[in-house]
């Protein structure tokens, strides 16, 4: 099984940026996808999730309206739009994937994102 992140970097403030998370070795379609972030020192801090049709959204208050997230069952791949990125933004992004009605999850290895001037 693996999650491998990608699209992370350096922008400045009010960027963009579009991370990707490919599935591999699991029914990805069956999997509710999820980003969270964390920086060093602090907990993990869940972003956006999106259900396995791709339906449902769900974002932190902190960044509603500035990230959109979507999945592609067919390339096995969610990504997070990140607009109008904020310093407070900065922090190893990661995606999970969490099986439906078991306790089963995959996490990718993360993306470091810096927003910076």
């Known amino acids: 099984v693996q999650l491998v992140e990608s699209g992370g970097g350096l922008v400045q403030p009010g960027g963009s940026l579009r991370l990707s998370c490919v599935g591999s070795?699991?029914?990805?379609?069956?999997?509710?996808m999820k980003w969270y972030r964390q920086a060093p020192g602090k907990g993990r801090e869940m972003v956006a999730g999106?259900?396995?049709?791709?339906?449902?959204?769900n974002y932190a208050d902190s960044v509603k309206g500035r990230f959109f997230i979507s999945r592609d069952n067919v390339r096995k791949t969610v990504y997070l739009q990140m607009n109008s990125l904020k310093l407070e933004d900065t922090d190893i992004y990661y995606c999970?994937?969490?099986?439906?009605?078991?306790?089963?999850?995959?996490w990718g290895q993360g993306t470091q994102v810096t927003v910076s001037s």
């Open positions: 070795g699991f029914t990805f379609r069956y999997y509710v």
């Open positions: 999970e994937a969490e099986g439906m009605g078991s306790s089963t999850e995959y």
């Open positions: 999106v259900t396995i049709d791709g339906g449902r959204k």
